[in-house]
């Protein structure tokens, strides 16, 4: 069998789309579970994130908490969560993409913060600014190119696997493959081959569109100085 061949027969088939619990259905349904997962994320990760490169304090907790929720598997959480107050559906599926969101929020924000210029926190000081002031002002502005690169890390991640929310009833392009593996193999192999095509094109899709916001954020020099620490990190690479 060809199952590729099945796959674009599939996605060409009008139906395959506008039916109910068609790709348009799925589609929206993964978007938005994605989009809450994120937004959930950022209000968790973002004020902790800041508040503590403000405070120059935490970093190893922010290094610990990082590593501990990328060491926790979705699969995992997905099973977990549904058998508690949560319950089964939607909400099981934002909080565990959530955590799963939370490591890059955490880490870029908190990065952006500390990697602002000494003389332009000093200069604020001398300005009068309140530490609430400074942050505000001067260090938040300055990390939001850090902010785009943690949010889009965290939107691509959270996109690609929220199609394991088929498993807890949660919607998305998931149960496009789940039904395709519902059916006999030969007969659901270019379904389940097309549902993994469409999640990952999504994915592609979101990360060209948040790599030209967090180009358009940044600020040129940045871009300078970025692409040079990215150079030598290249080259140590090579060199090891």
Same mark, same amino acid.
């Given at each position: 069998m060809n199952y590729l061949r099945d796959a674009?027969?599939?996605? /060409?088939?009008?139906?395959?789309?506008? /039916?109910?619990?068609?790709?348009? $259905?799925?589609?929206?349904?993964?978007?938005?579970?994605?989009?809450?997962?994120?937004?959930?994320?950022?209000?968790?990760?973002?004020?902790?994130? &800041?508040?503590?490169?403000?405070?120059g304090r935490g970093g190893g907790a922010v290094l610990l908490v990082a590593n501990v929720t990328l060491a926790i598997p979705t699969l995992a959480l997905l099973t977990i969560?549904? &058998?508690?107050?949560? =319950?089964?559906?939607?909400?099981?599926?934002?909080?565990?993409?959530?955590?799963f969101a939370v490591?890059?929020? &955490?880490?870029?924000?908190?990065?952006?913060?500390?990697?602002? $210029?000494?003389?332009?926190? $000093?200069?604020?000081?001398?300005? =009068?600014?309140?530490?609430?002031?400074?942050?505000?002002?001067?260090?938040?502005?300055?990390?939001?190119?850090?902010?785009?690169?943690g949010f889009r890390t965290a939107a691509v991640q959270v996109v690609?696997?929220?199609a394991l929310a088929s498993f807890v009833n949660g919607g998305g392009l998931g149960q496009i493959i789940?039904?395709?593996? =519902?059916?006999?193999?030969?007969?659901?192999g270019g379904q389940v081959i097309a549902g993994g095509l469409l999640v990952a094109g999504l994915a592609l899709l979101v990360e060209g569109i948040l790599a030209v916001v967090e180009r358009a954020v940044t600020p040129r020099p940045?871009?300078?100085?970025?692409?040079?620490a990215n150079r030598r990190a290249a080259d140590a690479t090579a060199g090891g």
């Open positions: 674009v027969v599939w996605l /060409n088939d009008p139906l395959n789309w506008t /039916n109910p619990g068609g790709v348009l $259905d799925r589609l929206g349904e993964h978007l938005t579970i994605s989009a809450l997962a994120v937004l959930l994320g950022c209000l968790v990760a973002w004020p902790i994130g &800041l508040w503590l490169g403000h405070s969560l549904p &058998l508690t107050f949560i =319950g089964f559906g939607r909400p099981a599926v934002v909080v565990a993409l959530a955590v490591p890059p929020l &955490l880490a870029n924000a908190y990065t952006g913060v500390r990697q602002v $210029d000494p003389e332009a926190r $000093d200069a604020a000081r001398g300005m =009068g600014l309140s530490g609430g002031q400074l942050l505000r002002r001067v260090e938040l502005p300055l990390a939001v190119p850090y902010l785009a690169a690609a696997t929220a789940r039904a395709g593996f =519902g059916l006999d193999i030969a007969a659901g940045l871009r300078r100085v970025r692409r040079a």
